[in-house]
């Protein structure tokens, strides 16, 4: 897999953060009412202090999670693909014309209902990689990701450079982030699946192998849209296009947060279609490991 640090360090961070300010004044307008129910919601211990999200290595009940569900497009179409049960990386064994769609930064208003609007129409299934914070004043948006039946990890909780950070607080930024995603998802009871993905693609060595000693499986980039340039919707979609053709398979990097790509995705799903591709979902290999399904 490629894990290159792209450049876009600085105004992908402002902006992420000029959404968030955004986000956070639009919630104290309103009362914060969806995020006090959710925190109602949120599991308990004993103590009163947050569960353990348990990962790996937790015992589990027969009703600790909701039934594995196969994710059910609303319409057919044959650029719908096979699903991959992930515990590895590895797993992710794509064959030639297969790629998988991914989204990071989201939930984001206006952008994240719209793509889930062209994920039906074309009938396939994604996986969004959230932030945090961005779950934690959009818990709404994170529930109908959820409700569309993709499948939902995590990305940190403030889109933090890990690798500028200790080991433990590195941790403790995921683990934050992950605890924001569970909470949106606790009414409707789910919650994330264990799949992460590092800001900026800006692993290290030690940190992928804690995660995946706890369980945690890191999701990787083939194909870069480069959607966070200041680029037209065309631009976007030609320039993704051109890396699947190039790569011929692989996991595409898509935010959701970003109006160009919102506008770019119903082309060039249908593009990927004519060509001859088909869109792989990812799903935890684990039945009863956390997961995110469609409702019946």
Same mark, same amino acid.
């Given at each position: ?23 956070? &004044?639009?919630? %104290?307008?309103? /009362? ?7 925190? +109602?919601? !949120?599991?308990?211990?004993?103590? =009163? ?9 937790e015992a589990r009940g027969a009703d600790a999670f909701p039934l594995y569900q196969s994710f059910r497009p609303v319409s057919h179409s044959a650029l719908n693909g096979r699903t991959i ?40 299934? &994604?996986?969004? %990689?959230?932030? /945090? ?7 709404? +948006?994170? !529930?109908?990701?959820?409700?569309? =039946? ?27 982030g992950q605890a924001s995603v569970a909470e949106a998802l606790a009414p409707i009871g789910r919650r994330p699946a264990p799949f992460f993905r590092f800001p900026y693609l800006a692993d290290t060595q030690s940190l992928r192998k804690r995660l995946a000693s706890e369980g945690i499986t890191t999701i990787d980039v083939d194909i870069d849209s480069k ?22 398979? =692989? ?46």
């Amino acid at each position: 897999m490629n894990r290159k640090v792209s450049n876009r360090f600085g105004s992908h961070t402002m902006r992420l953060a000029q959404f968030v300010m955004a986000a956070a &004044a639009s919630s %104290l307008l309103a /009362g914060c009412a969806s995020n006090q129910a959710a925190s +109602l919601a !949120r599991p308990q211990d004993p103590a =009163g202090k947050v569960a353990a999200l348990g990962f790996a290595g937790e015992a589990r009940g027969a009703d600790a999670f909701p039934l594995y569900q196969s994710f059910r497009p609303v319409s057919h179409s044959a650029l719908n693909g096979r699903t991959i049960a992930v515990a590895r990386i590895s797993d992710i064994a794509l064959r030639p014309k297969e790629v998988v769609l991914t989204f990071d930064d989201g939930p984001m208003p206006g952008k994240t209902s719209k793509i889930l609007e062209t994920l039906d129409d074309y009938g396939v299934g &994604a996986t969004f %990689l959230m932030v /945090g914070e961005m779950a934690h004043y959009h818990p709404d +948006l994170v !529930r109908e990701v959820a409700q569309h =039946g993709h499948t939902i990890g995590t990305h940190t909780y403030r889109h933090a450079n890990l690798r500028t950070m200790s080991p433990d607080a590195a941790m403790a930024e995921i683990r934050k982030g992950q605890a924001s995603v569970a909470e949106a998802l606790a009414p409707i009871g789910r919650r994330p699946a264990p799949f992460f993905r590092f800001p900026y693609l800006a692993d290290t060595q030690s940190l992928r192998k804690r995660l995946a000693s706890e369980g945690i499986t890191t999701i990787d980039v083939d194909i870069d849209s480069k959607d966070y340039f200041r680029s037209s919707a065309e631009s976007v979609r030609s320039r993704a296009l051109d890396a699947v053709e190039k790569h011929g398979r =692989g996991i595409i990097l898509m935010h959701d947060i970003q109006t160009r790509t919102a506008a770019m995705l119903p082309q060039f799903l249908a593009d990927l279609k004519s060509r001859g591709y088909t869109v792989v979902r990812l799903s935890p290999a684990d039945r009863s490991a956390p997961l995110v399904a469609s409702a019946e």
